[in-house]
């Protein structure tokens, strides 16, 4: 399983060399952002997202559906993290080596990579947070979604990863985000709901201000003084009589 891409003539190895040669074409600066961008800048930029995702569902919508897109957002990064455990059986599978050690003349910009490449950790982790997010917040999870296929691009372009190993990346995590989402969600969204009716801890599954909004309009939302279903109380027939 190690020979998956040995072949120049391999349309896997020839993006490789197309897409990895723009970097020895770079100014060295440029070079230098993309190591960072693509080893660091992107994970980072993604959990911005998230945090910034949760700040918006939190300030808007009904409270049941601020319990159901925080439990979908908390499933994002956790998605992430059952992709990488599923990737550890494929990578001793598959086994295939670095592509730098296989082909010459290939820029590599990040040094000491000694375990295998298929399916790349950082493509895997980028799209399984993407479209996490994407099931809570549409808008913030296509930027995402968008950072996850800026991240492949870059994996290649350092020369640690063949087009592949990233396509197999962005597949293993729309996988498990999708897959596992109903069950995820089973589990996290009690979790969740009991968090947002806490005195304490309900402000990070809703806002002050949508809190009081809703005792307000006496929907019985998170926070308020009836429970959700229960309808308000109605005046006595006798006593409107009267």
Request: proline share 5%; aromatic share 8%; hydrophobic share 50%.
């Amino acid at each position: 399983m190690a020979g998956l891409a040995l072949d120049g003539s391999n349309p896997d190895v020839s993006l490789l060399y197309d897409i990895n040669g723009l970097a020895k074409g770079a100014p060295l600066w440029f070079d230098r952002v993309m190591e960072f961008v693509g080893e660091y800048g992107i994970m980072a930029a993604l959990v911005l997202i998230l945090l910034w995702s949760w700040w918006s569902v939190r300030r808007s919508g009904s409270a049941e559906d601020s319990v159901t897109a925080v439990a979908g957002l908390l499933w994002a990064p956790l998605a992430a993290a059952v992709a990488l455990l599923v990737n550890i059986p494929i990578r001793g599978f598959v086994e295939r080596p670095r592509p730098f050690l296989d082909h010459k003349g290939l820029e590599v910009l990040v040094a000491g990579k000694t375990d295998y490449s298929f399916v790349s950790d950082h493509a895997t982790m980028a799209m399984a947070i993407g479209v996490g997010i994407f099931i809570a917040h549409r808008g913030l999870g296509l930027a995402a979604i968008g950072l996850a296929l800026f991240e492949g691009f870059c994996r290649v372009y350092m020369g640690v990863h063949y087009p592949t190993d990233v396509i197999g990346g962005f597949a293993l995590g729309t996988a498990v985000a999708l897959l596992l989402t109903p069950l995820a969600l089973a589990l996290l969204t009690p979790l969740v709901s009991a968090v947002s009716r806490s005195q304490r801890a309900g402000w990070a599954v809703r806002s002050r201000a949508a809190r009081e909004a809703d005792r307000a309009a006496g929907c019985g939302a998170v926070g308020g003084t009836r429970p959700l279903g229960i309808p308000e109380p109605r005046p006595d027939d006798n006593n409107l009589a009267a």
